[in-house]
C-alpha cells in the first residue's frame, strides 16, 4: 500500500510541475482547474495496472472516476475559453508581486497537488485491494455517485447555458436544479466522493478513506467553494432573494 501512496505522489507532484509551465507559459493559473479532474484519473490508472490482477470493483472505480474526470475537466475548458484567468488567481497575481511565481506554485499547484493525493486515497485503496465480489456497499455507492453526478453534470450545463443568453448577464440562475439547491455541482462533488468512499468501505480498511469525502466537503462548503461565491454575490439584491428561498446546499424544495 505504502508503494502505491508513494507512486501516485510522484506521479501527481510530476504532473502539477508541467500544469505549473503550461500555466507559466500561458499566464493563466485557471489551467490547473482543468488539470484537477485528470489528475484523478491518473491516479486510478497508475494504481489499477500497478495491482497484480484485476477486480470487478477495480474496473468499476476506474470507469467512475474517468467519466467524472473527463466531464468536468471539459466542462471547465469550455467554460473558461476566452474569458481569461479566473478572479480568484487574478486577485493573487495583484497581490503576491515578485513572490507570485513561488507562491503560486507552491500554495496554488503543490498545495492541489496533496489535496488531490488525499482525496484520491479511497480510489489507491480500493485498487491496491483483490477482494472479489459486490457488496452492499458497493451499491450504496454507486447510488450516490449517479446522484451527485447529475447534480454535479446538470447543474454545470443548466448555468453554462444560461449564461450563453446575453440577457441573463448579471443575472442569478434559479431554474432547473438551481430551484432546490443554491449550489448544486458542488453539492454532487460532495456525492460523488461520498459515493467512492462508499465502495472503498467493501476493501480491508475501507474506513479509514472517509478522510476523502470530509475534505471535499469541508473544502467546498467552508475553503473555496460556497463561502467564496456567496461572499462575491454577498450585496445583489437577487441573490439575498434567492437565497431566502433557496436551501443553500442539500437540495429541497424552494421557500414561497
Known amino acids: 500500500m505504502i508503494n502505491f501512496i508513494l507512486y501516485s505522489a510522484i506521479a501527481i507532484s510530476v504532473y502539477m510541475t508541467i500544469i505549473f509551465v503550461i500555466a ?34 477495480q474496473v468499476l472505480v476506474v470507469v467512475l472516476v474517468m467519466i467524472w474526470g473527463i466531464r468536468l ?24 508581486g515578485k513572490w507570485f511565481f513561488l507562491r503560486s506554485f507552491f500554495q496554488i499547484f503543490m498545495l492541489q497537488a496533496l489535496l488531490l493525493l488525499i482525496i484520491a486515497y479511497p480510489i489507491i485503496l480500493i485498487n491496491h485491494s483483490s477482494k472479489a465480489g459486490i457488496s452492499f456497499s458497493d451499491i450504496m455507492g454507486i447510488i450516490l ?8 453534470a446538470t447543474g454545470d450545463y443548466q448555468l453554462l447555458k ?25 453539492f454532487g462533488e460532495t456525492m460523488i466522493w461520498w459515493g467512492i468512499f462508499c465502495i472503498a468501505l467493501s476493501v480491508q480498511s475501507g474506513w479509514t478513506a472517509i478522510i476523502s469525502p470530509l475534505l471535499i466537503t469541508f473544502l467546498l462548503l467552508r475553503v473555496s467553494g460556497v463561502v467564496m461565491l456567496e461572499k462575491k454575490y454577498a450585496k445583489n439584491k437577487e441573490f439575498e432573494e434567492y437565497a431566502r428561498r433557496t436551501s443553500a446546499f442539500i437540495p429541497w424544495f424552494p421557500k414561497k
Open 73 to 96: 475537466a471539459t466542462h471547465i475548458a469550455v467554460r473558461n475559453r476566452g474569458r481569461g484567468e479566473d478572479f480568484r488567481y487574478a486577485q493573487w497575481r495583484r497581490d503576491w
Open 162 to 186: 444560461f449564461k450563453q443568453i446575453k440577457e441573463n448577464r448579471g443575472k442569478i440562475m434559479s431554474q432547473g436544479v438551481w430551484q432546490y439547491t443554491r449550489h448544486p455541482n458542488y
Open 24 to 57: 507559466l507559459i500561458k499566464k493563466d493559473n485557471s489551467v490547473v482547474d482543468i488539470a484537477w479532474g485528470l489528475g484523478f484519473i491518473l491516479v486510478a490508472i497508475l494504481t489499477f495496472f500497478l495491482h497484480k490482477g484485476f477486480f470487478f470493483r
Open 145 to 152: 455517485w449517479l446522484v451527485g453526478f447529475f447534480f454535479e
